[in-house]
Each structure stands twice: as structure tokens, then as C-alpha cells.
């Protein structure tokens, strides 16, 4: 009977064996699938980060840009007085 011991003990052994390389090549899968959603995660932020700078870029120059108007209109508005406003209906 000790010898079928042994033997039991060694198959044992290799299904121990056989379960952590399953559980090591599923361990290695699940990382590969995490490092490619990482890398497409990182590359769809940098695209919002690039889209969010140009739109930042965009409102600045539409600020500038009505500032200015705002600027003429006042100045407009002092060189004529009343006079040069719309009616209020």
C-alpha cells in the first residue's frame, strides 16, 4: 500500500503542478489584456487632452476677439453720445 501512496503523492504533486501553470497562464493573459487597455486608454486621453487645449485655444481667441468689439462699442459709444445706441422697443 506505501508504494500507492507515493504514487498518489506524485500525481498530486504534478496536478498541483498543472493548476498553477493554469492559473499563472491566465494570470499572464488577464495582464497582457489589462497593458493593451492601458495603452488605448492612454492614447484616448491624450487625444481629449489635445482636443480640450485647442478648444481652450479657441475660446481665448473668441474672448479677445469680443473684448475687442466690446472695446470699439464703448469707445463708439463715447465719441456719439446716446444718440449712436439702438432704441429700446
Do not use: H
Not at 486621453?45 to 481652450?56: F, G, K, P, T, Y
Not at 479657441?58 to 469707445?75: D, H, T
Amino acid at each position: 500500500m506505501l508504494p500507492q501512496l507515493g504514487c498518489l503523492f506524485v500525481v498530486e504533486v504534478v496536478a498541483v503542478a498543472v493548476e498553477s501553470a493554469v492559473v499563472v497562464a491566465v494570470v499572464a493573459k488577464f495582464a497582457v489584456v489589462v497593458a493593451i487597455v492601458a495603452n488605448v486608454g492612454q492614447d484616448l486621453l491624450d487625444r481629449v487632452a489635445a482636443a480640450l487645449a485647442e478648444r481652450q485655444l479657441l475660446l481665448g481667441q473668441l474672448r479677445r476677439r469680443l473684448g475687442a468689439r466690446a472695446q470699439a462699442r464703448q469707445q463708439l459709444l463715447a465719441a456719439n453720445g446716446p444718440a449712436s445706441q439702438p432704441p429700446v422697443i
